[in-house]
């Protein structure tokens, strides 16, 4: 049966997100049970002129993998993944696995070690990204095992995800473009400003945004979006914060996580559950250490913890930070094989203040 949401959100993420031309090369990678989402998008590229090319995954693969790669696969990095890191125009990622814990049983030095040999070619696509030279977008399709993950039905997830991206409404590209709007007066005023001092119940946090860009998340690279972020100056973080949420990576929930932060290293690190896991990954290397990313949520749509990182980050009330890799074209220098996002609910007794003038009460933008 035809689900006119299906159809919008796929001609959200053509024509809005990436915004594709006529002769674009369009890189379409979707999981194999994203197959009706792919359809769409591959019809909507074609309609706009794009050139599209179509890649499946799947996450019983991606376990085989890490199960059985030798120490010079894991390393290897393929001559295909390079050239479409420096030729493709746009790029749109639809995530639909098929277990989310798939890989929970793998060992983290595998990927620890391909995460590393990858880590050229997503330095590639980061920087064409932040020229211009490149536009992309990650979603997801609603699929039995993320709605399990939610604790909904597939059907109450659905109607979750289609009103989070707005593709249930008549123009879901105008609602985008509001939401650009409101952001947008966010992201000015936080222009040339340096000091920012998070302070709440879960969060004593100290960091410099000076000579550093905000960036308005507005559907461009997320779908759903909807937050602000940087990149802080690197050896700025002074503080502790401890996470609202679980944060999962690679199949794992690592949960109740606190880092200590000094000279914007993390020099504590603790978790309830899979602490090993958590330490692991912040020993990748040099970068894993340091914040890439200091965000606040706007999607006020999205209320509720899904275990879903693209929708949680947004949560309207939250914030959230990244260990490791940076964006460019917010100024950051950070640089890692791993981006990992933590997130703290502020809804309740907490602020933000930018160079002491309060900017963020309990979940809201205060601002004028």
Request: hydrophobic share 40%.
């Amino acid at each position: 049966m035809f689900d006119a949401r299906v159809d919008g959100l796929a001609r959200l993420l053509v024509n809005y997100c990436v915004a594709t031309r006529p002769g674009d090369w369009v890189l379409i990678r979707g999981d194999l049970a994203a197959q009706p989402l792919v359809e769409r998008v591959y019809a909507h590229v074609l309609q706009a002129g794009g050139q599209p090319t179509v890649l499946y995954g799947d996450d019983r693969l991606e376990e085989a993998f890490y199960r059985t790669a030798s120490p010079e696969q894991l390393r290897w990095l393929s001559p295909a993944d390079e050239l479409l890191a420096a030729r493709v125009d746009a790029r749109i990622v639809i995530r639909a696995p098929s277990n989310t814990r798939a890989l929970t049983g793998v060992d983290p030095g595998a990927q620890r070690l391909h995460q590393l040999a990858q880590k050229p070619v997503l330095d590639r696509y980061r920087k064409r990204a932040a020229t211009g030279a490149h536009r992309w977008v990650v979603t997801n399709y609603p699929c039995p095992a993320l709605a399990q993950e939610a604790d909904l039905s597939l059907a109450a997830f659905e109607e979750f995800v289609y009103a989070a991206t707005y593709a249930d409404q008549p123009d879901p590209m105008a609602a985008w473009q509001a939401v650009h709007d409101r952001q947008q007066r966010l992201v000015e005023w936080l222009a040339g400003k340096s000091d920012v001092a998070v302070r709440g119940p879960h969060v004593d946090l100290r960091l410099s945004i000076a000579g550093r860009t905000f960036i308005n998340s507005d559907g461009k690279r997320n779908m759903p979006s909807g937050e602000i972020f940087t990149g802080p100056v690197e050896d700025s973080v002074e503080g502790w914060i401890r996470f609202s949420y679980p944060a999962l990576r690679g199949g794992r929930e690592v949960d109740g996580v606190e880092l200590v932060f000094a000279q914007g290293r993390v020099v504590e690190a603790k978790a309830s559950k899979n602490e090993a896991y958590l330490l692991s990954q912040l020993d990748s290397d040099a970068g894993a250490r340091y914040l890439g990313e200091f965000a606040v949520g706007t999607n006020y749509q999205i209320q509720r913890f899904t275990k879903n990182i693209l929708y949680d980050e947004k949560i309207g009330g939250t914030l959230h930070v990244a260990l490791g890799a940076g964006y460019p074209e917010t100024g950051s220098r950070n640089e890692s094989s791993i981006h990992w996002d933590f997130i703290c609910d502020m809804r309740t007794d907490s602020e933000i203040r930018v160079d002491g003038e309060l900017f963020y009460k309990d979940g809201q933008f205060v601002i004028a």
